[in-house]
């Protein structure tokens, strides 16, 4: 069955980049969508389609997807960003997603 | 403003049945997909399943883990989408989330979420 992976924890400074990875057997020729969970809320579409913003999302999040990785990008990585992200794609008609990223803004 | 409510969650014993309802509100319920999201405690998430419109033959899909013992439906007339759990397993134990599904696109996008309800499996 397919599988995203994702690493567990990443650490940035306020006002750095942040970068967090997805990585998945040719995830490149699928889409991918990032959520923002922060504690106790439900998740927060940040970016779909790999590099598409919904509305009211900041422009600070940026996404791509090639090859067998794609990858969020927090660009001037502020306090309120610090949450969970979860990578998700479709394999066929089922939704995976991944095991999720905890991003702490030190 | 776009607004899913679930309800129906509670304790319920292995082996057990219960049904979770979200109400929609805001958009246009009956051209939408809807999909089912699951978060245990402290752990990641899990799509649990899907319907879509009537113009899609209110096709439906589900994740291995619970196909055969979960179903989705929905009542357009009540703008209401439905997760009827049977044969409830205490690894079924999560909050449960009614989620849209964004309109258009070449793939399905989870933009609105409830607030989720918990479902509790245990003796």
Redesign the interface.
Known sequence: SYELTQPPSVSVSPGQTASITCSGDKLGDKYASWYQQKPGQSPVLVIYEDNKRPSGIPERFSGSNSGNTATLTIRGTQAMDEADYYCQTWDSTTALFGPGTKVTVL | EVQLVESGGGLVQPGGSLKLSCAASGFTFSGSAM?W?RQASGK????VG?IRSKANNYAT?Y??SVKGRFTISRDDSKNTASLQMNSLKTEDTAVY?CIRD?PG???????Y????TLVTVSS
């Open positions: 999909h999201v990641g998430l899990e799509w899907r899909a994740a291995a989330y964004s696109g070449p793939v399905a996008n989870f933009d979420w409830g607030q989720g």
